[in-house]
């Protein structure tokens, strides 16, 4: 048995959340290896609604084993929050059947007043951050100045180790930000407060994924962001400051690449983006409000309005390419069906010529004009639709394009947000 990924191929809400919910049914254990509570995963089930932040999707499938890797950074005011919420919905065993990494880094407060400070002044040049202090809990992690959920349960070197992070971002909240600076002892008072809460969960989420596919347990890891997002290879520098790509898989779960199956990259049937950064097929008309309204492009973790434009091809197969996807699942299709017709970017000219593959010039990225083929629209509700045969042609032909431009069959094709709006196909069965 081996582990099946689930990634976005853009930038981020391409429905991961929905994807892997439909693939917790059959898993044994759902992992998130990368990203915080930036993320907003969102699963409807009927008429409730569970959007997931820092919790593996998985957590609203009974019985599924779910592990937060060592490659995520954890808020535990988020878990709390998570973890409460499931419980008050019904899901009794979710803290029994959590994980937590103890080489996971916790978000500290102070990382979150960094965060905030570094986007207010940077004024028009914001990344768009999601002000979760996703960035500055990172660069700890790098610099080797970080505080790991094992270390919540050892006072002495929390102690130590705060102090240390804290003698560098003292000067910076006191003389650059103008800011009130942080206390050592409050924030070990602070994090003792999770200790009865963390101590259950703590585990080497890794060994228990190894022993799982050891076993023949199914194993999903559940990405989170996108990889345009990607530290290394998305649209620097508007990413974030992890790796959701597949090399993070498999750092931040902590399971070899041999072990990885299926590579699932979502994208949705059009493109959206929130934050800021190059966005080449943007829309700014009326249609691209359409997609904003028919599709509720609001962002699951902070509302902001999402940008929405054209499905780019060009993207997709370079991040298909690179993650080495050998499934997609489409999602919103039915979103396409309030558009009379389609465009889709098969090709990128910078500063008017044509270029091969995806720049890896921020300059050209910023002056990319999309090539566009023309697709004619369907215009009819197609939220029924369970098999690809039950999709108008104009669906059907949109679909098949996509499949042939990735090179890859499609997995899922979602009609609608609830579990079971979904076209499910099994390639190669
Ligand atoms: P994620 O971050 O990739 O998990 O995606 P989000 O949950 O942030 O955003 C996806 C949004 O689209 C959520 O509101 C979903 O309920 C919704 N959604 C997912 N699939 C479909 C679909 O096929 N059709 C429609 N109309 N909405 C969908
Ligand atoms: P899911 O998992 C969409 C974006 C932010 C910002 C950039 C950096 O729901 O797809 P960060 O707070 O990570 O330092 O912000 O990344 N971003 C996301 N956009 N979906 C996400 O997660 C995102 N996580 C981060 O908007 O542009
Ligand atoms: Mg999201």
């Not at 705060?162 to 002892?185: H, I, M, Q, W």
């Not at 931040?252 to 299926?262: N, R, T, W, Y």
């Not at 396409?336 to 000219?349: K, M, N, P």
């Not at 083929?373 to 059907?396: N, Q, S, Y």
Request: proline share 5%.
């Amino acid at each position: 048995m081996t582990a099946t990924v689930v990634l976005g191929l853009a930038w981020g809400d391409e429905g991961k959340g929905r994807v892997c919910d439909a693939l917790a049914a059959d898993s044994s254990y759902v992992a998130r290896y990368s990203g915080g509570n930036n993320a907003g995963h969102t699963i409807r089930v009927g008429e409730e609604e569970f959007v997931v932040h820092l919790l593996p999707s998985g957590t609203v499938r009974e019985g599924v084993v779910c592990t937060i890797g060592n490659g995520v950074v954890v808020s535990p005011e988020v878990l709390a929050e998570e973890v409460g919420s499931l419980e008050k919905r019904g899901f009794t065993d979710v803290r029994q059947r959590l994980k937590l990494d103890g080489r996971a880094h916790v978000i500290m407060p102070y990382h979150v007043a960094l965060d905030r400070e570094r986007e207010s002044s940077l004024e028009n040049d914001k990344l768009g951050t999601t002000n979760r202090g996703i960035g500055p809990c990172y660069e700890d992690k790098a610099a080797r100045v970080g505080i790991r959920v094992q270390d919540v349960f050892d006072e002495k070197a929390l102690r130590e180790k705060l102090s240390r992070a804290l003698s560098e971002k003292n000067c910076l909240f006191e003389n650059v930000y103008g800011a009130e600076p942080y206390d050592a002892d409050e924030l070990v008072q602070w994090l003792s407060g999770y200790r009865e809460l963390m101590e259950p969960m703590v585990a080497d989420t890794g060994m228990i994924l190894r022993d799982g596919l050891r076993d023949h347990q199914p194993v999903l890891l559940e990405g989170a962001q996108a990889a345009l997002l990607d530290n290394d290879h998305g649209t620097y520098p508007f990413v974030t400051s992890s790796n959701p790509c597949i090399g993070g898989a498999i750092t931040g779960a902590g399971i070899p690449p041999q072990e990885i199956g299926d590579v699932i990259g979502v994208t949705k049937a059009y493109a959206t983006r929130v934050g800021d950064g190059p966005f080449p097929t943007e829309l700014f008309d009326e249609v691209g409000e359409t997609l904003a309204d028919v599709g509720h492009e609001y962002g699951a973790t902070t509302g902001r309005k999402r940008r929405c434009g054209w499905l780019d091809m060009v993207s997709t197969k370079y991040t298909a390419a690179l993650n080495g996807v050998t499934q997609i699942a489409l999602t919103k299709l039915d979103v396409l069906s309030a558009v009379e017709e389609i465009q889709v970017c098969v090709g990128y000219e910078v500063r008017g010529e044509r270029v091969e593959g995806y720049p890896m010039s921020q300059t050209d990225l910023h002056d990319v004009t999309p090539v566009y083929k023309t697709l004619p629209g369907w215009g009819e509700d197609i939220a029924h639709c369970r098999m690809r045969g039950d999709l108008p042609e104009a669906a059907r032909d949109f679909v098949e394009f996509v499949e042939s431009e990735v090179g890859a069959p499609l997995c899922m094709i979602s009609v609608g947000p609830e579990r079971d709006q979904a076209i499910v196909e099994k390639p190669g069965a």
